[in-house]
């Protein structure tokens, strides 16, 4: 009869093996935290960064609109014959008045290729007030997608 070891034997492959395992998958799920909290740290400053400069050219904006209530009162004092206000009105704002339509339009710079776009529409013969038509973020330029690929076909560059 073969003589039986009563010692314990310890089994140390398997406890390491899973420890290893652990420790990786612990590793691996703090790297992508850090990774996803640096990126929404960047879209965080990015839309900081676009409500800082909306809210810019929205300033500028309100100033043109109190410069154009001011300048339009003055001309609504000067004179009260339709024909002359339009003159008078085209002299104040040259280019950006419109007199066919009756509106001044101004395009305020922002970044990213985009311009606060404000219409505002003097009053008719009966109206108070002049009018806001049109007060909106646009694109300035167009947008491009990049369709290009660029994936190696096997060949020499």
Request: glycine content about 6%; overall charge negative.
């Amino acid at each position: 009869m073969a003589k039986q070891e009563n010692g314990y034997k310890a089994n140390i492959g398997s406890p390491s093996l899973i420890l290893i395992f652990i420790v990786m998958c612990l590793i691996t799920f703090g790297m992508l935290s850090l990774s996803t909290a640096k990126s929404e740290l960047n879209l965080a400053e990015r839309n900081a960064s676009a409500v800082t400069e909306y809210y810019r050219a929205d300033g500028e904006g309100e100033a043109f609109y109190q410069m154009v209530l001011n300048k339009a009162a003055k001309v609504w004092e000067k004179s009260q014959d339709p024909q002359e206000r339009k003159q008078l009105l085209s002299r104040e704002f040259g280019d950006a008045y419109e007199p066919d339509k009756g509106t001044v339009t101004v395009y305020i710079p922002m970044e990213r290729s985009q311009a606060l776009s404000i219409e505002l529409v003097f009053p008719r013969e009966g109206e108070e007030a002049i009018q806001i038509s049109k007060w909106k973020v646009i694109q300035t330029e167009d947008y491009e997608i990049d369709h290009s690929m660029p994936v190696w076909t096997g060949g020499e560059t």
